[in-house]
């Protein structure tokens, strides 16, 4: 039986961007108001798992065409890579640092090394959520 | 060669004898390794003369230097003594055994290397001064002795007899280990020489009792005394020239040794006094009657050496007590150890050549069951004198050496009567008693060992062998004991001056500077006044009824309830170890994850209990507590109600849902205590597990009849009343911890210099990323992995690849 999923699908279409670009924007937000990566990365696979929900998992593999396990390994090596850095400054690991910059359109800007780190938190639980939800609804 | 390289000389030649015997197979390997005993006699006897004049040599190699541990070989006249008989007799049964094993049936590889490891560990055990390297090579007799008992290891007793003999004395050497460390503790050395010279002081210590019992047990459990004497006769499955080696003449006076040696320092205790005598006398009259019992030639002679060991450690003691007297008490004490060291080289000399006699008997006519045998003595006439003298000494009768020192003994119990302490008055009278009543089984049980061997009627017909003289290698070795017997007996000083007084000098310091001071003569004839000639012609006389009548009274040996027995014992207490364990095992291992948890919430309910209760840690305290709000009641009834709906809901689905609701309830709780990150993060963590727990539920199979009852709760008291003890416990813990706050919180830095310094605003972003970030980090790797294993669990499925066959279950 065939079923019309039309204004689900429809909706979905429109909600998961919405979704998506709150997800970027606690990320970005998280290092002065509440979010990061941690909860970034939750929002976003909740938007992929309502992608899910509305089409098929077959579907969403086709439109993002990506391997959540290869997603979760740069994920652990660039947070990895980023409190390692800290190291080639003579500095102890883990060490961040941080300045401000002019940025077009932005204006002054904060460049924080551990936005990179919770970029690759970020990246890890995304892989990690799509993962196991499409390990186990993939599985009979 | 160095001291310390002739202890090692045997383990050295060891090494290469297992090539020599697949090498050289047409030479019985045995001819090889006779030289190293025989060498090291040499080297030994070279030491007597200057140790007669009261020298000592000693030779040191550093060990473990920052631990203090250190190989010491230490040469004065006991260790001298007992060197000799090791390497002297080892030499003898070297020889007998090249004539009793057979060099193409057996392996001799085996044998020689277990037998030159024991000789190693020997020498060492009898010229460590240090205890730790004491115990090493203690050890490794131990080892060496079970190989060797289990030499024969296709046969089920040998087994049985090498694993008791491990046993006990494996124990003994831990408990010993334990009166060392002590020993070690009490006195901060471990060098033996510089323990006794502190001993006055060391005896006022309050572990030296408990060093004394502990080193006790273990020269009791390798002496075979009562009553540990259970695996000797166990231990007669080794092949003969073990027997003779390790249970007659070397091993099993390792025990003696240790006694002998550590008399200086703990002989100033009563308890060791009455505890080594009392054992000493009570082995000795416990192995004499059971020895008539035996039918078996070498058990009869396993416990005679048990009763002739119990003769000598009960000499050493009762030579301990000159510890305690002065002037010509002193001496007639005295005495009494020298009396130990001469019955114990005459034992060595006997029993040595009767082991072998065994031996003999065994080889030659294929049994050794005494019932069998009889009238040998036309057949085998050499074997029948040497077996006559051995036995006769070992009976104590006159013009063999056995006589001299029985003698010395029967006096030296009576010299108890010139001990007065405490209420011994009138119970010093039991001690010659007891020994008197052994000396008469000793008797009985030498003429039935060799007359019922040697005379009566021939009975071809039960041997499995046709009995003749054995070859003349087997004979050497016995003949040149037996030869010794009869020469101590006539020239007794000679001996005694070379080899007993230098010993004695060592074992009695305070009485004798050098060995000549030691005035002492044996003489065979005391005199009508002497109370032993008496006690003497006594046993010689009630022995001889006895032996006559023996068919008549050792029925009564049947009428002793098997269950009295001390095997029974051991092999009960083996049994109950092992079953025991078994069911204690099987009793809280049930493999339901249910009761280890209930365990593991009883334990923990306990520990937290018993540490409240001990340091008085409950506190309570409302000052620091904020106001209620309206809010918060709501939400936790809220909270108590979805909590309660999962214990008692019927349903799965109902529980999935109630905890859901528990968990927004908690995100509604992070809302009210300004937690905004906890907040989002619970939010959607928890629609995540919600979603995973349906799925599970979706899929959940019916694993058993109880599945289909949805969800079975039933009641059970005790895990309410534990569930109930963890609650509670944990809210004491938390009221408690919460009304006492010893420091302050850090969280004042944070908010300080989370601009500052880290360049953020919201606080717990910057604690997860930058303040502590090294947790974030493994936290991202914990997820990972946790993904990897999902992955890893449903796509890998090695059982249930097609077909039936089942390929490796993970």
Redesign the interface.
């Known amino acids: 039986m065939k079923t019309n999923d039309l204004i689900i699908q429809t909706t979905t279409k429109v909600v998961f961007f919405i979704i998506f670009l709150f997800s970027i924007h606690i990320f970005f937000a998280g290092h002065y108001t509440p979010g990061g990566g941690f909860v970034g990365g939750l929002v976003m696979s909740s938007a992929i798992v309502l992608l899910m929900l509305a089409f098929d998992l077959k579907t969403v593999q086709d439109m993002l065409p990506v391997n959540y396990t290869v997603i979760t390994a740069i994920g652990l090596i660039i947070s990895l890579l980023t409190a390692a850095g800290s190291i080639f400054f003579n500095v102890p690991f883990f060490t961040h640092v941080y300045d401000y910059f002019n940025l077009p359109l932005l204006g002054e800007t904060s460049i924080h090394t551990a936005m990179f780190f919770d970029t690759g938190v970020y990246l890890v639980v995304v892989g990690v959520t799509m993962n196991i939800i499409q390990m186990i609804g993939g599985d009979e | 060669m160095s001291l310390i390289f002739a202890i090692f000389l045997p383990i050295i030649i060891a090494l290469v004898i297992p090539f020599l015997f697949k090498k050289v197979s047409n030479i019985h390997t045995g001819w090889f390794v006779l030289l190293v005993p025989l060498a090291l006699v040499f080297f030994y006897g070279a030491y007597i003369p200057s140790v007669m004049d009261g020298n000592t040599y000693i030779e040191e190699f550093s060990w473990i230097p920052s631990l203090d541990i250190s190989l010491v070989s230490y040469i004065d006249g006991l260790s001298l003594l007992f060197s000799l008989l090791i390497t002297g007799i080892g030499a003898l049964v070297v020889l007998y055994s090249i004539f009793y094993l057979d060099k193409e049936k057996e392996k001799l590889g085996n044998f020689y290397v277990y037998l030159l490891l024991f000789m190693s560990a020997m020498l060492g055990v009898v010229q460590s001064d240090h205890l730790i390297s004491l115990y090493f090579f203690w050890e490794l007799t131990s080892i060496s002795s079970f190989l060797l008992i289990g030499y024969w290891y296709t046969k089920d007793r040998s087994r049985f007899g090498a694993l008791k003999s491990m046993m006990i004395t494996v124990f003994g050497g831990l408990m010993m280990l334990g009166g060392f460390v002590l020993l070690g503790i009490m006195g901060k050395t471990f060098s033996i020489r510089e323990l006794i010279d502190q001993a006055p002081i060391l005896a006022g210590h309050e572990f030296f009792v408990w060093a004394l019992v502990l080193v006790l047990i273990g020269a009791f459990t390798k002496s075979a005394q009562f009553p540990f004497y259970i695996w000797l006769p166990d231990a007669m499955e080794a092949p003969t020239p073990v027997s003779a080696y390790l249970h007659s003449a070397t091993m099993v006076k390792a025990g003696l040794y240790l006694v002998a040696r550590f008399t200086p320092l703990f002989a100033l205790s009563e308890v060791w006094v009455w505890l080594v005598t009392g054992v000493g006398l009570l082995t000795l009259f416990w192995g004499s009657v059971f020895a008539v019992k035996q039918t078996d030639l070498k058990a009869i002679l396993a416990f005679s050496t048990v009763s002739q060991l119990g003769l000598i450690m009960s000499l050493l003691g009762i030579g301990s007590i000159s510890y305690h007297v002065t002037g010509n008490l002193m001496t007639t004490f005295t005495i009494a150890t020298f009396a130990a060291i001469f019955h114990l080289m005459n034992h060595a000399t006997f029993k040595g050549s009767l082991f072998m006699i065994a031996g003999i008997v065994d080889h030659e006519t294929g049994t050794r069951d005494i019932r069998k045998l009889g009238g040998l003595m036309s057949l085998m006439p050499i074997s029948f004198t040497i077996a006559m003298i051995g036995s006769f000494s070992m009976a104590g009768i006159p013009l063999f050496n056995g006589f001299l020192s029985k003698e010395m003994f029967l006096d030296a119990t009576l010299s108890l009567q010139h001990f007065n302490v405490h209420s011994l008055e009138s119970w010093w009278i039991l001690f010659p008693i007891v020994a008197w009543i052994a000396s008469v089984f000793t008797f009985v049980y030498s003429l039935y060992f060799v007359f019922h061997t040697f005379l009566g009627k021939h009975k071809p017909e039960l041997l499995p062998k046709k009995a003749h003289e054995a070859p003349w290698g087997m004979l050497v070795s016995p003949s040149i004991l037996a030869t010794l017997v009869v020469v101590i007996f006539f020239v007794p000083n000679y001996f005694s001056t070379m080899f007993i007084k230098p010993a004695v000098a060592a074992i009695q310091p305070l009485a004798y500077q050098v060995p000549a001071d030691i005035g002492f003569k044996i003489k065979a004839w005391h005199g009508f006044d002497s109370p032993a000639l008496y006690m003497t012609l006594g046993v010689f006389l009630i022995g001889f009824i006895l032996y006559k009548t023996i068919e008549k009274w050792t029925p009564v040996y049947e009428r002793i309830p098997a269950k009295m027995s001390l095997n029974r014992f051991y092999d009960g207490l083996m049994n109950l170890s092992d079953k025991g364990a078994n069911r204690l095992s099987s009793s809280y291992m049930t493999g339901s994850i249910r009761s280890y948890l209930l365990y593991m919430f009883a334990a923990l309910i306990i520990l937290l209990a018993l540490t409240m209760w001990i340091k008085d840690a409950f506190v309570m305290d409302l000052t620091y507590l904020a106001p209620i709000k309206f809010f918060e009641v709501l939400i936790s009834i809220v909270l108590i109600i979805s909590t309660l709906t999962i214990l008692i809901t019927k349903s799965r689905v109902t529980a999935i849902i109630a905890l859901g609701a528990v968990g927004y309830t908690v995100a509604l709780f992070y809302i009210i205590f300004k937690a905004?990150?906890l907040a989002?993060?619970q939010l959607?963590?928890e629609?995540?597990s919600v979603a995973?727990f349906l799925?599970a539920f979706y899929h959940l199979p019916k694993m058993n009849k109880y599945e289909n009852r949805k969800l079975d709760h039933r009641f059970r008291l005790n895990n309410f009343l534990i569930a109930l003890g963890v609650g509670i416990m944990v809210t004491l813990i938390a009221i408690a911890s919460h009304s006492q706050k010893l420091v302050k919180s850090i969280s004042e830095y944070y908010k300080e210099t989370v601009y500052s310094e880290?360049?953020?605003?919201?606080i717990?972003?910057?604690i997860?990323?930058?303040y502590r970030?090294?947790d974030?980090?493994f936290e991202?790797?914990v997820?990972?992995i946790?993904?990897?294993g999902?992955?890893g669990m449903?796509?890998v499925r090695l059982s249930k690849k097609k077909g039936d066959r089942k390929v490796e279950d993970k």
């Open positions: 905004p990150d989002l993060t959607v963590i629609t995540v995973l799925g880290a360049g953020g605003g919201n717990v972003n910057v997860l990323v930058d970030g090294f974030t980090l991202i790797s997820l990972t946790a993904s990897l999902i992955i449903i796509t």
